[in-house]
């Protein structure tokens, strides 16, 4: 598989923010910008430098965010926001999530694991109602909106932890 098949995109280029949408469109807009930004940190590299715990003793790496966030868009809209249970994708037989454990992860099938989850992120947000349709995570009820907001929350937080890493990297920076 290629960068840019992997990734799904080329390093310049990420999905426009809408300016004058209405909500929806506009959050979901802001979350692909987001999820594209770390496609784009990702860009370019080998599969060395995407396991590569960059800033050590950090368990940090590219390819760990990339599952990370795999992870996070299954729990919060497939698991939280549609009620499907599913199991979370690498897990320590203590139940611990071990998405930074990379040493040996496929970077294809890290992608292509948070490639689908996005999109079927996509699915359920366009299916929903209205921002105000709830999920559930036990007793706790969370809105759409308040799901989207969290995830570009998510997102963006991380995106700041994936620029150190491909600068230490290989020297990129930017946006």
Known sequence: ????????????????????A?????????????RDTLAMKCA?????????????PSALSLLGLVR?????????????????GLPGFRKHPDGSFVEFDVEDADPDEAFASWHRECDRARELVAAAESLDVL????????????????MIEEYARHNGHADLLREHLDGSTGE
């Not at 598989?1 to 004058?20: F, I, V």
């Not at 809209?77 to 549609?82: A, E, G, P, Q, S």
Request: net charge negative; proline share 3%; glycine share 8%.
């Open 68 to 84: 990370h966030l795999a992870e996070v868009e299954r729990g919060w809209f497939r698991n939280v926001l549609d009620g499907e």
């Open 22 to 34: 209405d909500e929806r469109t506009t959050l979901a807009g802001f979350l692909d910008f987001q």
């Open 135 to 150: 999920g559930h995570h036990g007793e706790e009820v969370f809105p759409l909106r308040w799901i989207l907001t969290h």
């Open 44 to 56: 370019g590299l080998t599969t060395e430098q995407l396991r590569a715990r960059a800033l050590e």
């Open 1 to 20: 598989m290629t960068d840019a098949q992997r990734t799904g995109m080329t390093a310049d280029r990420r999905t426009e923010t809408p300016r004058t």
